[in-house]
């Protein structure tokens, strides 16, 4: 665990180094990861709006057919929480976050979907579906948040990294609310890394049974190695896609693959070893799925990329 804390530390002051970014790099991250951040905190929970989705809902307010009303707030209402913890709460040290600020993160969470519940805690009992974690009396909920809090303020020599998946882990065990727990709490968790200056860290789709297997291990007595490698990782990839939106020069043999990183239009055709022109004309045929991200920056999810090189391989 030291080794990867010890990179992710390298590679945060390799980007300070490169601060203050441009206004439009800027701009163009924090858009991107309010989509991509709403898109996989929700899909986690089983909403079923795609990425595409996701965007047309919350940057272009269309309701998407086939889609339920809940689907649509759920994306909405995380976008929101995402933008009030960037203009509110993130410039807070974590000893300056207090109760409060978690309960208006839930009820922004909840807004129009359980707006009884929404930034209250719970009072009745529950049990996880399909989980052998035992959940705190909802009678110990506020004392156990109460704890939290000082636990939170005290002073912590832990890399932020940790100390971000620990708030979590420790959040998410607690389960103080109806709903909304598992986004409310990597909320928390990526407020409290962009308040130390590292970039939110995304859980994949495709981790998520790892992520909620290794929640799972250490709420039933197990180790929680496998969890902290799941959000140590997460971290890892967005400080990757932030070195390479301003390394466009950057080598990727140098770093290890990641799974969600940026490519240019360049590297992209040599990968499919075809001229620019072509990768362009992909993309904007809607048969190679792309996001673009400050000008020639775009970016193509690995599993996106190898299905159109499966699809151009069976014509």
């Given at each position: 665990?030291?080794?990867?804390?010890?990179?992710?530390?390298?590679?945060?002051?390799?980007?300070?180094?490169?601060?203050?970014?441009?206004?439009?790099?800027?701009?163009?991250?924090?858009?991107?990861?309010?989509?991509?951040?709403?898109?996989?905190?929700?899909?986690?929970?089983?909403?079923?709006?795609?990425?595409?989705?996701?965007?047309?809902?919350?940057?272009?307010?269309?309701?998407?057919?086939g889609k339920s009303v809940q689907e649509h707030l759920e994306a909405i209402n995380h976008a929101k929480a995402f933008d009030f913890i960037q203009k509110k709460l993130v410039d807070?040290?974590?000893?300056?976050?207090?109760?409060?600020?978690?309960?208006?993160?839930?009820?922004?969470?909840?807004?129009?979907?359980?707006?009884?519940?929404?930034?209250?805690?719970?009072?009745?009992?529950?049990?996880?579906?399909?989980?052998?974690?035992?959940?705190?009396?909802?009678?110990?909920?506020?004392?156990?948040?109460?704890?939290?809090?000082?636990?939170?303020?005290?002073?912590?020599?832990?890399?932020?990294?940790?100390?971000?998946?620990?708030?979590?882990?420790?959040?998410?065990?607690?389960?103080?609310?109806?709903?909304?727990?598992?986004?409310?709490?990597?909320?928390?968790?990526?407020?409290?890394?962009?308040?130390?200056?590292?970039?939110?860290?995304?859980?994949?789709?495709?981790?998520?049974?790892?992520?909620?297997?290794?929640?799972?291990?250490?709420?039933?007595?197990?180790?929680?190695?496998?969890?902290?490698?799941?959000?140590?990782?997460?971290?890892?990839?967005?400080?990757?896609?932030?070195?390479?939106?301003?390394?466009?020069?950057?080598?990727?043999?140098?770093?290890?693959?990641?799974?969600?990183?940026?490519?240019?239009?360049?590297?992209?055709?040599?990968?499919?070893?075809?001229?620019?022109?072509?990768?362009?004309?992909?993309?904007?045929?809607?048969?190679?799925?792309?996001?673009?991200?400050?000008?020639?920056?775009?970016?193509?999810?690995?599993?996106?990329?190898?299905?159109?090189?499966?699809?151009?391989?069976?014509?």
């Open positions: 665990m030291k080794d990867v804390l010890a990179q992710l530390t390298t590679k945060k002051q390799h980007l300070d180094a490169y601060k203050p970014l441009p206004v439009e790099v800027i701009k163009n991250l924090d858009e991107w990861f309010r989509i991509e951040l709403t898109y996989t905190s929700n899909v986690i929970e089983g909403n079923t709006l795609t990425r595409q989705e996701t965007a047309l809902v919350v940057e272009e307010g269309i309701t998407v057919q807070k040290n974590k000893k300056e976050i207090n109760q409060q600020d978690i309960l208006d993160i839930h009820r922004m969470i909840l807004h129009r979907i359980n707006d009884v519940d929404a930034g209250r805690y719970r009072t009745i009992a529950m049990r996880l579906r399909g989980s052998q974690t035992i959940l705190p009396n909802p009678l110990k909920v506020p004392e156990l948040m109460d704890e939290f809090i000082q636990w939170l303020h005290r002073s912590n020599s832990d890399h932020p990294a940790k100390i971000a998946a620990e708030a979590h882990y420790k959040l998410v065990t607690i389960h103080p609310f109806v709903d909304g727990n598992g986004r409310t709490a990597r909320l928390l968790m990526n407020l409290l890394l962009m308040s130390s200056g590292y970039p939110a860290a995304i859980i994949r789709k495709e981790d998520r049974s790892e992520y909620i297997n290794s929640l799972e291990k250490g709420q039933t007595g197990g180790s929680l190695d496998d969890y902290y490698a799941v959000i140590f990782k997460a971290v890892d990839r967005s400080l990757d896609i932030y070195l390479e939106t301003v390394e466009p020069e950057r080598i990727p043999q140098a770093m290890p693959p990641t799974d969600h990183r940026f490519y240019t239009t360049e590297e992209v055709a040599k990968l499919l070893q075809v001229d620019p022109e072509s990768v362009r004309r992909y993309v904007r045929s809607g048969q190679l799925k792309a996001v673009r991200l400050g000008g020639k920056f775009i970016r193509i999810d690995k599993s996106d990329l190898d299905k159109f090189i499966d699809q151009l391989k069976s014509k």
